[in-house]
């Protein structure tokens, strides 16, 4: 079964660095597009950070400049260097993909199960 999980969420002070990582598990053909997402109590679920399959980024207003995404296509891992965080960055941040099983040739969207991300003052 193919999935995703996030680690290396917790609680951070503000000015602080946090690393998160994504890791695809299953029998996966191909590997897409990969990005994170966050969703603050109350708010909608926004774009954070994104890489194409072709290895090209987007990132979210409020974190350009002090997040950096990047991916392990062979390890199937994607990480998210956060820098300078600030309170405004707590949210849940969840891991999204774009990944071809092995027994099929249709890509489709997975999410994992989302990691805290804490920011103190």
């Known amino acids: 079964q193919v999935q995703l999980v996030e680690s290396g969420g917790g609680l951070v002070q503000a000015g602080e660095s946090l690393g998160l990582s994504c890791a695809a598990s299953?029998?996966?053909?191909?590997?897409?597009?990969m990005g994170w997402y966050r969703q603050a109590p109350g708010k909608q679920r926004e774009l954070v950070a994104l890489?194409?399959?072709?290895?090209?980024?987007e990132y979210g207003d409020s974190v350009k400049g002090r997040f950096t995404i990047s991916v392990d296509k062979i390890q199937k891992l994607a990480y998210l260097q956060m820098n300078g965080l600030k309170p405004e960055d707590t949210a849940v941040y969840y891991c999204?993909?774009?990944?071809?099983?092995?027994?099929?040739?249709?890509?489709?969207?997975?999410w994992g199960q989302g990691t805290q991300v804490t920011v103190s003052p």
């Open positions: 999204h993909a774009v990944l071809t099983p092995l027994d099929s040739e249709v890509p489709r969207a997975y």
């Open positions: 299953g029998s996966i053909f191909r590997v897409g597009d």
């Open positions: 890489i194409t399959s072709v290895g090209n980024t």
